[in-house]
C-alpha cells in the first residue's frame, strides 16, 4: 500500500490529503518523496519564521542532554528560563506562562482564566474568526461551528469586519453592561485574509475593557514571533493584553507547545486545585525547541524585522503590478499576506496551479489565498516564488 493508500484507510482528516508527499525540508522549501523541491510560502501556516533547518536550533536539539519527561508538578530549571524570556519579551505586564501543547490549549487556558477571574462567563470575538477546534475555541471562532455542534458551545458575541469605529461602538455597549469576561482576537486577524483592524477600534476596545472590567485576550499564535514584522502585532497597537496566546512560531515547527501567557493578577485566579493541567504540555525537548529558536529570533531581531518589513515592500509592489483575471484586494503587515478576489474560486485555482508549479501556500476559502514566508527570505528567493505565482494568474 502506498503512502497516500494507507494514509487515506488509517487518518482521519477534514479533507482528503493534497497529493504531496513531503519527506524533508530546507530552509525556504519542503521537498517531496519524488525529489521535487517546492519553495514555501506557506511556512506551516505561519509556523517556520526562521525558516526549516535552522543550524543553532537542530544543534541545541541534537546536543540535548535532559530528562526525557518531567511531570508537570516538578521544577524543571528550563520552564522557569522559557517563561522568565517570554515575560520579558512580552507586551505590558505579562509575566506569567501556563504550559500548554499548543495553540488551541493555549486559548482554552485563556478562556478558563478569563471566567476565573472576573467570575463571568460571556465572551466577544469577530465574526469568522478561528482560534483552534477544542468546543471553547469553537465557541469563539467563526458562528459556522455552531451548524455543528449546536448547543454545545457557549455563549459569544462576534463583531462583524470591518473592524472600525461603528465596529468599536458595538464593543462599548456590549460591554457596558458588565457581564463580559473576556474580548478574544488576533491583533491582525492571519484567519480573516490578514485584515487590519483600524488604530481607533483596538484603541477604544482596549479603554473599554479597561472600563468595564473585562480581559482583553490577544491571541498571537498566528501573529506572534516576528510575523508582522514586530515581534508581537500588538504592539503596533501599543495593547497591553492581560492574556496571551502564543503557539506556532514560537518553536518554530522544531517542536510542538503553546503558552498562555498573563498578568500576575489574572495567574492569580488560576491558583486552585487542578485549574489547569497537560500532560505533555511543555516537554522537554519542545522547551528546548522553543529556547532555541526564541534566543536565535532575539540574536538577530533587528536584522530579521528590518528584512520582513523590506521584503514587505517588496512583495506589495509585486503583487499590485501582476495582472489577475479578477480585481484583487492586497492586504499585508509584515510577511502576513492576504490576496482576496470576488469571484468565489479563483484563488483556489491559483494555489493548485502554483502548487504544480513548484509554490505551495494556501487559501483561506476559495476567494483568498494566503502567503507566509520566512521572515529571512532573501530577494532572489522571493522573486522566484513570485515569478512563479505571475505565471499562474
Ligand atoms: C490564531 C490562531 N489561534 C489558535 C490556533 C490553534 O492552534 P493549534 O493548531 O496549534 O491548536 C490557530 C491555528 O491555526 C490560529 O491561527
Not at 193 to 205: A, D, N, Q, S, Y
Not at 254 to 280: C, N, P, Q, R, W
Not at 358 to 364: E, I, K, M, P, R
Amino acid at each position: 500500500m502506498n503512502t497516500a493508500h494507507k494514509d487515506k484507510r488509517y487518518v482521519g482528516r477534514d479533507l482528503p490529503a493534497m497529493l504531496l508527499n513531503i519527506t524533508g525540508s530546507e530552509g525556504n522549501y519542503l521537498i517531496a518523496a519524488d525529489g521535487k523541491r517546492y519553495l514555501d510560502f506557506m511556512m506551516g501556516w505561519c509556523v517556520g519564521n526562521i525558516g526549516w533547518g535552522n543550524k543553532e536550533v537542530k544543534k541545541r536539539l541534537r546536543n540535548y542532554k535532559g530528562p526525557d519527561y518531567v511531570n508537570p508538578g516538578y521544577l524543571y530549571a528550563p520552564w522557569a528560563e522559557l517563561a522568565e524570556l517570554l515575560s520579558k519579551i512580552t507586551p505590558g505586564k505579562l509575566s506569567k506562562s501556563f504550559r500548554a501543547t499548543g495553540g488551541t490549549e493555549a486559548v482554552e487556558i485563556a478562556l478558563q482564566a478569563a471566567m476565573s477571574h472576573t467570575k463571568r462567563h460571556k465572551f466577544i470575538s469577530i465574526e469568522g474568526s478561528y482560534h483552534g477546534h477544542s468546543i471553547g475555541a469553537m465557541s469563539v471562532g467563526a458562528s459556522y461551528f455552531r451548524d455543528w455542534y449546536k448547543n454545545l458551545l457557549f455563549h459569544c458575541h462576534k463583531i462583524k469586519p470591518p473592524l472600525d469605529a461603528e465596529a468599536a461602538a458595538k464593543v462599548e455597549k456590549l460591554l457596558a453592561k458588565g457581564d463580559i469576561a473576556a474580548l478574544i482576537m488576533e491583533p491582525v486577524i492571519c484567519n480573516l485574509g490578514v485584515l487590519i483592524p483600524e488604530k481607533e477600534f483596538m484603541r477604544r476596545v482596549q479603554q473599554a475593557c479597561k472600563k468595564y472590567g473585562t480581559l482583553l485576550v490577544m491571541d498571537e499564535v498566528a501573529t506572534g514571533f516576528g510575523r508582522t514584522g514586530k515581534l508581537f502585532a500588538s504592539e503596533y497597537y501599543k495593547l497591553q493584553p492581560d492574556i496571551m496566546c502564543l503557539a506556532k512560531g514560537i518553536t518554530g515547527g522544531y517542536g510542538g507547545l503553546g503558552a498562555t501567557i498573563m498578568t500576575e493578577k489574572v495567574a492569580k485566579s488560576m491558583e486552585f486545585d487542578f485549574s489547569f493541567y497537560s500532560t505533555f504540555g511543555w516537554h522537554p525537548l519542545a522547551v528546548e525547541a522553543a529556547t532555541a529558536n526564541i534566543k536565535f529570533l532575539l540574536k538577530n531581531k533587528n536584522k530579521i524585522l528590518r528584512n520582513t518589513l523590506r521584503m514587505e515592500k517588496y512583495f506589495v509592489d509585486r503583487l499590485k503590478k501582476m495582472h489577475f483575471r479578477y480585481p484583487a484586494e492586497i492586504r499585508i503587515k509584515g510577511l502576513a499576506i492576504g490576496v482576496e478576489f470576488k469571484d468565489p474560486n479563483y484563488a483556489a485555482e491559483i494555489t493548485e496551479k502554483c502548487m504544480h508549479s513548484g509554490l505551495l501556500f494556501s487559501t483561506l476559502g476559495s476567494n483568498t489565498f494566503t502567503l507566509f514566508p520566512t521572515l529571512t527570505i532573501d530577494k532572489k528567493t522571493a522573486k522566484a516564488g513570485l515569478d512563479i505565482l505571475e505565471k499562474c494568474v
